[in-house]
């Protein structure tokens, strides 16, 4: 995850706000953050609360009432960060710039549509400032790690994916006609959800087979179930440790396996094999 530079606009104030707002390197900016952070943790309890029956029963009126003030205070605070900041369409595009304009739509939508109080909760995703704050910036670059995980391995996954799809389908029809209604699997749609449920090992026991055929596909499944686990962790754990390996430096070659190649290395010094190249 990356985060946007943004710099001060020109104009009266501009520069002084933008280091409270924007900066947490000086004690103003440092309140700033920490009082914002406060502020949205209070305010994603409240819509938490707001969500518990007897709770919002008594006092539903006063959730309302602080919800709507925590609402304008972010809604002035997003104006002020489009005021202070130069490329304003820079901010308001950005990963914050978003997160920021969506914890404060859903109370202004509530005016006309019900039911989108408990989309509030994304304002919890505004507490990721808090690495600006402690100063934990240098730790985003093993979350890109991550996302550069999920990019090469997705091709895997999908293969991966589309078996499991295949075998949910193949047992899901052999247990609607070896079944059959009278034992809940009404339809294979049906079935395809309680194979899903049997091969990833949930098990919530609301269909179950009777015959001594099914209790042996049920077998079958659960014990493929614990096979095909291990499978993707396996796939992003391999993806995991070669782009940990192309970030510092510590190449490994497919071929014989030796390591410690240099980033820039194009061929493996042990086997000539031609190297992956990042």
């Known amino acids: 995850m990356t985060r946007a530079r943004h710099e001060a606009g020109s104009g009266p104030g501009k520069e002084t706000l933008f280091r409270v707002i924007f900066r947490s390197d000086t004690p ?129 996954t999908l293969v991966f994916v589309y078996v499991v799809i295949t075998l949910v389908v193949v047992f899901a029809t052999l247990m609607h006609y070896v079944e059959g209604p009278e034992a809940g699997f009404t339809s294979i749609p049906m079935s395809m959800y309680w194979a899903i449920v049997t091969l990833t090992t949930v098990g919530y026991g609301d269909i179950t087979p009777v015959t001594p055929l099914g209790k042996f596909i049920a077998s079958v499944i659960m014990i493929t179930g614990y096979g095909i686990i291990a499978v993707p962790m396996g796939i992003f754990f391999s993806e995991f440790y070669q782009a940990s390996n192309r970030r510092r430096g510590r190449r490994t070659c497919a071929e014989c396996g030796l390591k410690g190649h240099e980033a820039d290395a194009h061929h493996c010094r042990m086997c000539g094999a031609a190297l992956e190249q990042s």
């Open 28 to 156: 103003a900016g440092m309140l700033f953050d920490v009082l914002l952070i406060a502020a949205i943790l209070v305010s994603v309890t409240v819509v938490l609360l707001s969500t518990v029956y007897q709770f919002n029963l008594r006092h539903g009126r006063i959730l309302y009432a602080i919800e709507w003030v925590f609402t304008i205070i972010f809604t002035v605070e997003y104006f002020l960060r489009l005021y202070c900041v130069r490329n304003r369409w820079g901010y308001a595009s950005s990963f914050y710039g978003v997160v920021d304009l969506l914890s404060v739509i859903p109370t202004y939508l509530g005016l006309i549509l019900t039911g989108t109080g408990p989309m509030l909760v994304i304002r919890v995703l505004r507490i990721l400032r808090l690495f600006r704050v402690m100063h934990m910036n240098r730790y985003i670059g093993e979350a890109n790690i991550l996302l550069e995980v999920l990019k090469a391995g997705w091709r895997k």
